[in-house]
């Protein structure tokens, strides 16, 4: 997330963050539903539903939604981007609920035709699928519970041997190790988990990106987000963008022309409504 790469506690924890309102996928699997709206011609785009504001899962159904199963909808930037992407594609768009750790083995598997689930570029995955140009850049920040010390940092360094919690398999856990004397909590499977853990004093701090500590935080006015001067927070790449099938060439290049379409003001219009839209932001 990079995951970007993959939160809002009912959008955290229907969250991202981000963990669960509806139900959530069996670990390992894809979970996908027929609808009147998605066709075996529909273009299936994989995502957590469980990482809000990018993506998440509701009961509700909108303007913004798309159904997952017999009882529960997805929601979010994600996929609202999704479904601009397969208008210009000239087919419907399929969410298929799925676990962050099974994101590219179900595209590899042709579960899925893209991945649109806060997934940031690198050299590691590329090895595997293919990546358009960014679809959203944000920044590293971290969680922190709001009567900690911590609350008014401004240097990544004044972390040094606090315990520091990521995601497991994201950028958020691997950018903990550029924190001189941390400690470095063992990752967790979602990020519900991880602020979970902050919130029962198991952990000092959480790494997240912008967008998703601020509906972390709407969500729980427990907790605060912290973001660094310049020169002073995590050297990464907070951009996350769509992962095609290696050799898709064909879709990838239709599927980055379609991206280009969307302009820079309306992305950040369509997260500035996700971030609003979340059920958490909305309590």
């Excluded at 190790?177 to 979970?196: F, K, R």
Aim: charged letters at 20%; aromatic letters at 4%.
């Amino acid at each position: 997330m990079n995951r970007i790469q993959k939160i809002t506690v009912c959008a955290v924890s229907a969250m991202m963050l981000l963990a669960g309102c509806g139900s959530s996928a069996a670990a390992g699997t894809a979970e996908s539903v027929s609808t009147s709206s998605a066709s075996a011609a529909a273009f299936k785009v994989g995502m957590e539903c469980n990482y809000a504001p990018f993506n998440w899962t509701t009961v509700t159904a909108g303007d913004t939604t798309q159904k997952i199963s017999e009882v529960d909808y997805c929601d979010g930037y994600d996929v609202v981007i999704a479904e601009q992407i397969a208008a210009a594609l000239g087919t419907d768009v399929q969410i298929v609920k799925t676990d962050w750790d099974n994101l590219i083995p179900a595209l590899q598997n042709g579960e899925i035709d893209a991945i649109i689930a806060g997934m940031t570029d690198t050299a590691k995955r590329e090895e595997s699928v293919s990546f358009t140009t960014p679809y959203y850049t944000s920044q590293e920040v971290v969680i922190v519970r709001k009567d900690s010390e911590l609350t008014n940092i401004t240097d990544i360094q004044e972390l040094s041997g606090k315990k520091v919690l990521g995601q497991l398999n994201t950028l958020y856990d691997s950018v903990i190790d550029q924190i001189n004397g941390v400690i470095h909590a063992t990752p967790l499977e979602s990020m519900p988990a991880t602020v979970n853990a902050l919130q029962h004093g198991e952990v000092d701090a959480v790494v997240s990106e912008l967008p998703v500590a601020e509906g972390i935080v709407a969500a729980n006015p427990d907790l605060a987000y912290v973001t660094f001067q310049d020169g002073h927070g995590f050297v990464a790449d907070s951009s996350v963008s769509i992962a095609i099938a290696k050799d898709n060439k064909d879709l990838l290049n239709k599927v980055q022309a379609a991206l280009d379409a969307i302009s820079e003001d309306q992305r950040q219009a369509l997260m500035a409504e996700a971030v609003v839209r979340q059920p958490a932001a909305n309590e």
